[in-house]
């Protein structure tokens, strides 16, 4: 969540899953620990775009994560997304429907369908993954631009894929209005 202010070193350590990680635009990398997204999903973004951690030995002869390389990766964890502002809304764990509502009429109703080049997802991909964000605010989506519920991301799901297993609520409106659209409504 956006209210998150530091992170343990090690905290995401091997979390499999984790492909997406968008920071609070107040936290203090220095606040942020080593290795954090270590042997996850994310890392490999990272280490596509040439930020990796590495290695030198300490006294002892043991491997450690250099100071340097923690603090590029943490700086690549918190500017990956800078170019994908409505991505980051969608992420927010407050969004509401006046908060897309606001970005679309400010930024045009084209910006629902804009693809994150890291990802390969649009906005519905990531809001579908916020299990904060409310059902109206999916529908109301969906609702700019139907066809963006069946567009496949770099892992080959869809929206309507990570609503089933981050937002329930979000699938049974996404699923609505869906319904509502092929009908005409």
């Known amino acids: 969540p956006f209210t998150v202010k530091s992170i343990e070193g090690c905290a995401l350590y091997r979390c499999r899953s984790l492909r997406l990680l968008i920071l609070p635009d107040g936290i203090d990398l220095n606040n942020i620990g080593e290795k954090n997204i ?32 923690i603090r590029r990766v943490n700086e690549w964890v918190f500017h990956h997304m800078d170019e994908a502002p409505f991505h980051k809304l969608c992420y927010n764990s407050s969004i509401t429907t006046k908060h897309l509502n606001d970005y679309l009429n400010e930024h045009g109703n084209d910006s629902a369908a804009a693809i994150d080049t890291i990802h390969g ?34 892992q080959g799901k869809m929206p309507l894929d990570y609503a089933r297993d981050y937002n329930v609520d979000g699938l049974i409106a996404m699923i609505g209005s869906l319904c509502n659209h092929r009908h005409g409504v």
């Open 38 to 69: 270590h042997y996850t999903v994310i890392s490999q973004f990272a280490e596509n775009s040439g930020v990796a951690y590495e290695y030198e030995e300490d006294e002892h002869g043991y491997e450690r994560v250099t100071e340097e390389s």
């Open 121 to 154: 997802m649009n906005p519905l991909h990531i809001l579908s993954m916020n299990p904060h964000a409310p059902s109206n605010a999916i529908a109301a989506l969906l609702d700019v631009k139907a066809g963006i519920a069946f567009d496949v991301d770099s």
